[in-house]
C-alpha cells in the first residue's frame, strides 16, 4: 500500500466515569429546578401531588403577607414542601448525571481523523477521507498507531488492537479476519501490524454512538415492577387523600377550624413520598452500576428481569471457551525425545498463520523452545488443500496436519503408526480435541493436542450462579462427544449440542413456556435470534454487530461470567426497591400517629394519651413533620444509589431483614426525627 502520512486528533482514552464529582452535583442541582416543570413530574404522582400542596402554601402565604397577617407558618411549610421536592428531583438527576458523565467520558474518545479509504486494491491507492464520510461496504486501511474511526469488520490481516477507550481495560486485544472476533469498534487503537476493515455502520450510529444513547437513557423505560409500584404509590396517595378531605367533615363537627395549609401539610407527610422521592433514582442506578462492571443496559427494564433471571443459556465458542483451538500438549511417539517432538512442532507452525499455528508456536516459546526461522529457510504456509504447513531447513522437512495427511506425508498407513500414538490420536478425539500429527521427513515423531480451551475461572463463576439457583446451559454447534467433555470441564448444568440458531430460539421459547426468565449469553450472528429472544440477552463487545445489536445489554469485557455481576445487580435493585417501599409505607404510618393526636388534642383531651411525643403545637408538629419529610429523602440518596447489598438468601428471610431493619426502622426513625426537629423549633421559637 502506498504510504501516506495523517495528522490525527484523538482524545486520551479513559475509563467509563461514574463517580461524584463537582461538576456533575451541580449539573444535578440545576436539573432539580428544571424538573420542576409539572409535565416532567407527570409519571411521579406523589412528587405532582408534593408540588401542587407547596403551591398552594406558596399562594396562601402571599396571600397572608399582602392582607396584613402572619404568614410565616405558610411560608416556612411552603419552603419546606418545594425542598421536598427539589430534593426527589436532585436525587433523580444525581442518578442521571452519574451516566452522563459516563456519557460525556465516551464522548471524548472521539476523534478527527481521517481514515485510509481504500480506492484502488491492485495498484494499492488509498485516499485520506474525513471519517464522516465513509459509506457501508467501503475498505479502510488501519495501521499500528491508527484510530480506527468507525464500526466494522476485519476483512483481511490481524492486529493488536487497544480497546481502552471502550472497555477501559489498558492490556491490547488481538483483532483478525474470520470468526468471531473480528469486529472493530470505532474510537479503538491499532497498536502493531495492520488490518483492512469494512465499513458496517455510518458515522453517528456507530457502537460508540449507541453507547452513549444507552449511557444516557435515552430509552429507558419504566420496568413493569416500576409500574405496579408507581400504581401503589397513585392508590395510597388517593386514599390518603380521601383520609384528609375527611378530616374537614370531623373537625367542623368538633368546632375546629383546620386551615387548608395544614391540611395540605397533613397530606403530603401521610403519602409515601420517600419512596416516591427515591423510585426513579433506583432504577437509573441500577443501570449506573452495571456500568461500573463494564455492562451496558438499554433500559432499567433490562436490569429488572436480570435479578429474577433462573435460566441462563450460554454459547460455548468465543464465551465459555476463548473460540480458537490452542495447542495444549506434544505428546512425543515412542521412542522421540519430548523436546525433539516439541521443536519439530514449533518448526512445521513458523509458517501457520492461523490462529492453531499461532498458538503452537506460543506454547514452544512458552517452554524454552526457539521460534526463529532458521536462515535460507523455506517456509510452507498451511493450505486447506493439502491441510499440512511445514518447514524445509538444513536437509531437514519438518511437517504439522491433520493424522491423516501426515500420514500420506510420511507414506505410512494406520496400521504402520506405533499402538501409543493411535491411542493419544483416540484419547485427544474422545476429550473433544482435535489431534495433529508431526513428521519429520518419513517419520512420525508425535501428536499435538488442540482444543477449545475454557476461560479461566469459569466453572467457579458457574458454581456460585448455581447456588443463587441458576441454571446454566450450554449451547454449542459441537457433536455431542465434544460438547460434552466441555460441558464437565466448564461445570455447566445441562448442555445443547450440534445446535443451530432454530434449536436455540425453540430453547428459550420452551423454557419461557415454563414460566421461566431466560437469559443469554452469546456473540456471533447466529446468537443473534436467540439474544432478541431472551428476557436479558448479553451481547459480546468483541462479537459480531448483529449480536451487540440483538442484546439488551452489552458486555465491554466480554465475560460470559459477567452475568453474576449482572444477576447481582438486578436482584440488588429489585431489594433496594423493596427495601425502601417497606421503610416508606411504615415511616408514613408513624408520621400519621404522630401527628394526628397533637393535631386534634386541642377539642379532643383524650387524644392526649396518643401524643407519646409531647409535641409543642399542632402547628410544630405540622412543621416538624414536613421538614422530616424532606430531609429524610436527602438522607437515603446514598442508599438508593448504592443499592442494598445481595446476599444469596430466600425470600421468605429476606422478607423478614427487610422488615425488621427497613420496617422497624421505618416506624421508630418519625418518632425520634420528628420530636428531635419538635425542640429545635421550640427552642428558636419558631413553634
Same mark, same amino acid.
Given at each position: 500500500m502506498t504510504s501516506v502520512d495523517f495528522n490525527t486528533e484523538a482524545s486520551t482514552p479513559r475509563r467509563l466515569a461514574s463517580s461524584f464529582s463537582p461538576a456533575m452535583l451541580g449539573r444535578a442541582v440545576g436539573e432539580s429546578f428544571s424538573k420542576l416543570d409539572p409535565r416532567k413530574l407527570f409519571g411521579n404522582p406523589v412528587i405532582l401531588a408534593t408540588e401542587l400542596v407547596a403551591v398552594l402554601a406558596s399562594i396562601s402565604a402571599v396571600v397572608a403577607f399582602t392582607s396584613g397577617g402572619n404568614g410565616g407558618f405558610a411560608t416556612a411549610i411552603a419552603l419546606w414542601l418545594w425542598a421536598t421536592v427539589l430534593f426527589a428531583n436532585f436525587a433523580e438527576s444525581v442518578a442521571e448525571g452519574r451516566g452522563k458523565a459516563a456519557a460525556d467520558s465516551l464522548r471524548a474518545t472521539r476523534t478527527?481523523?481521517?481514515?485510509?479509504?481504500?480506492?484502488?486494491?491492485? &495498484?494499492?491507492?488509498? /485516499?485520506?477521507?474525513?471519517?464522516?464520510?465513509?459509506?457501508?461496504? &467501503?475498505?479502510?486501511?488501519?495501521?499500528?498507531?491508527?484510530?480506527?474511526?468507525?464500526?466494522?469488520?476485519?476483512?483481511?490481516?490481524?492486529?493488536?488492537? $487497544?480497546?481502552?477507550?471502550?472497555?477501559?481495560?489498558?492490556?491490547?486485544?488481538?483483532?483478525?479476519?474470520?470468526?468471531?472476533?473480528?469486529?472493530?469498534?470505532?474510537?479503538t487503537t491499532v497498536v502493531s501490524d495492520w488490518i483492512k476493515v469494512r465499513v458496517t455502520a455510518q458515522p453517528g450510529s456507530t457502537f460508540l454512538d449507541r453507547m452513549i444513547a444507552m449511557v444516557e437513557g435515552a430509552d429507558r423505560r419504566k420496568t413493569p415492577n416500576e409500574i405496579a409500584l408507581a400504581v401503589l404509590l397513585a392508590g395510597l396517595t388517593l386514599i390518603f387523600l380521601i383520609a384528609v378531605v375527611t378530616l374537614l367533615g370531623f373537625a367542623a363537627y368538633s368546632g375546629l377550624a383546620l386551615d387548608p395549609v395544614v391540611l395540605g401539610a397533613l397530606f403530603v407527610c401521610l403519602i409515601p413520598t420517600t419512596i416516591g422521592g427515591l423510585l426513579s433514582a433506583v432504577g437509573i442506578a441500577g443501570m449506573d452500576r452495571l456500568l461500573k462492571v463494564n455492562v451496558l443496559a438499554t433500559s432499567g427494564r433490562a436490569v429488572e428481569a436480570a435479578g429474577d433471571v433462573d435460566t441462563l443459556l450460554l454459547d460455548k465458542t468465543g464465551t465459555i471457551t476463548f473460540g480458537n483451538r490452542m495447542a495444549t500438549e506434544v505428546i512425543a511417539s515412542p521412542g522421540i525425545r519430548d523436546d525433539l517432538a516439541f521443536q519439530a512442532a514449533v518448526m512445521a507452525s513458523l509458517g501457520d498463520e492461523t490462529p492453531e499455528g499461532r498458538s503452537i508456536v506460543e506454547l514452544g516459546r512458552n517452554k524454552g523452545v526457539v521460534t526463529d526461522v532458521p536462515a535460507g529457510a523455506n517456509v510452507i504456509p498451511f493450505s486447506a488443500t493439502t491441510r499440512l504447513s511445514g518447514l524445509d531447513a538444513g536437509g531437514k522437512s519438518w511437517r504439522k496436519g491433520s493424522v491423516d495427511a501426515i500420514l500420506r506425508f510420511t507414506g505410512k498407513s494406520a496400521a504402520d503408526t506405533p499402538a501409543a500414538f493411535r491411542q493419544a490420536v483416540e484419547r485427544i478425539a474422545r476429550s473433544g480435541g482435535t489431534p495433529l500429527g508431526v513428521?519429520?521427513?518419513? $517419520?512420525?515423531?508425535?501428536?499435538?493436542?488442540?482444543?477449545?480451551? /475454557?476461560?479461566?475461572?469459569?466453572?467457579?463463576?458457574?458454581?456460585?450462579?448455581?447456588?443463587?439457583?441458576?441454571?446454566?446451559?450450554?449451547?454449542?454447534?459441537?457433536?455431542?462427544?465434544?460438547?460434552?467433555?466441555?460441558?464437565?470441564?466448564?461445570?455447566?448444568?445441562?448442555?445443547?449440542?450440534?445446535?443451530?440458531?432454530?434449536?436455540?430460539?425453540?430453547?428459550?421459547?420452551?423454557?419461557?413456556?415454563?414460566?421461566?426468565?431466560?437469559?443469554?449469553? #452469546?456473540?456471533?450472528? $447466529?446468537?443473534?435470534?436467540?439474544?432478541?429472544?431472551?428476557?436479558?440477552?448479553?451481547?459480546?463487545?468483541?462479537?459480531?454487530?448483529?449480536?451487540?445489536?440483538? #442484546?439488551?445489554?452489552?458486555?465491554?469485557?466480554?465475560?460470559?461470567?459477567?452475568?453474576i455481576e449482572i444477576v447481582e445487580v438486578g436482584k440488588q435493585m429489585l431489594i433496594t426497591r423493596g427495601a425502601?417501599?417497606?421503610?416508606?409505607?411504615?415511616?408514613?404510618?408513624?408520621?400519621?400517629?404522630?401527628?394526628?393526636?397533637?393535631?386534634?388534642?386541642?377539642?379532643?383531651?383524650?387524644?392526649?394519651?396518643? $401524643?407519646?411525643?409531647?409535641?409543642?403545637?399542632?402547628?410544630?408538629?405540622?412543621?416538624?413533620?414536613?421538614?422530616?419529610?424532606?430531609?429524610?429523602?436527602?438522607?437515603?440518596?446514598?442508599?438508593?444509589?448504592?443499592?442494598?447489598?445481595?446476599?444469596?438468601?430466600?425470600?421468605?428471610?429476606?422478607?423478614?431483614?427487610?422488615l425488621l431493619i427497613y420496617g422497624l426502622g421505618g416506624l421508630v426513625a418519625p418518632f425520634i426525627g420528628i420530636k428531635l426537629i419538635d425542640l429545635v423549633l421550640t427552642a428558636v421559637g419558631l413553634a
Open positions: 478527527t481523523t481521517k481514515a485510509k479509504l481504500i480506492v484502488d486494491e491492485k &495498484q494499492g491507492l488509498i /485516499v485520506p477521507t474525513p471519517a464522516h464520510e465513509l459509506g457501508l461496504g &467501503q475498505i479502510i486501511l488501519v495501521e499500528a498507531g491508527d484510530v480506527i474511526p468507525v464500526d466494522g469488520e476485519i476483512i483481511e490481516g490481524i492486529a493488536s488492537v $487497544n480497546e481502552a477507550a471502550i472497555t477501559g481495560e489498558s492490556a491490547p486485544v488481538i483483532r483478525e479476519s474470520g470468526g468471531d472476533r473480528s469486529a472493530v469498534t470505532g474510537g513428521a519429520e521427513g518419513s $517419520n512420525l515423531l508425535g501428536v499435538i493436542h488442540l482444543k477449545d480451551v /475454557v476461560k479461566p475461572g469459569v466453572a467457579a463463576r458457574f458454581a456460585d450462579l448455581r447456588k443463587m439457583g441458576l441454571r446454566t446451559v450450554m449451547i454449542t454447534g459441537d457433536n455431542p462427544v465434544t460438547a460434552a467433555a466441555i460441558a464437565a470441564e466448564a461445570g455447566v448444568d445441562d448442555f445443547l449440542a450440534e445446535a443451530t440458531p432454530e434449536d436455540k430460539l425453540r430453547l428459550i421459547r420452551e423454557e419461557q413456556g415454563k414460566g421461566r426468565l431466560v437469559a443469554m449469553c #452469546g456473540d456471533g450472528a $447466529n446468537d443473534a435470534p436467540a439474544l432478541a429472544q431472551a428476557d436479558v440477552g448479553v451481547a459480546m463487545q468483541t462479537g459480531a454487530q448483529a449480536a451487540r445489536e440483538a #442484546g439488551n445489554m452489552v458486555d465491554l469485557d466480554s465475560d460470559p461470567t459477567k452475568v425502601l417501599t417497606t421503610f416508606s409505607i411504615a415511616n408514613d404510618v408513624a408520621k400519621y400517629f404522630a401527628i394526628i393526636p397533637a393535631l386534634f388534642v386541642g377539642v379532643l383531651p383524650q387524644l392526649q394519651a396518643l $401524643n407519646v411525643m409531647a409535641l409543642q403545637s399542632p402547628e410544630s408538629a405540622i412543621l416538624s413533620a414536613v421538614i422530616f419529610n424532606a430531609l429524610v429523602i436527602v438522607a437515603l440518596i446514598p442508599l438508593a444509589l448504592r443499592g442494598v447489598k445481595y446476599r444469596a438468601v430466600g425470600a421468605g428471610a429476606l422478607l423478614s431483614r427487610n
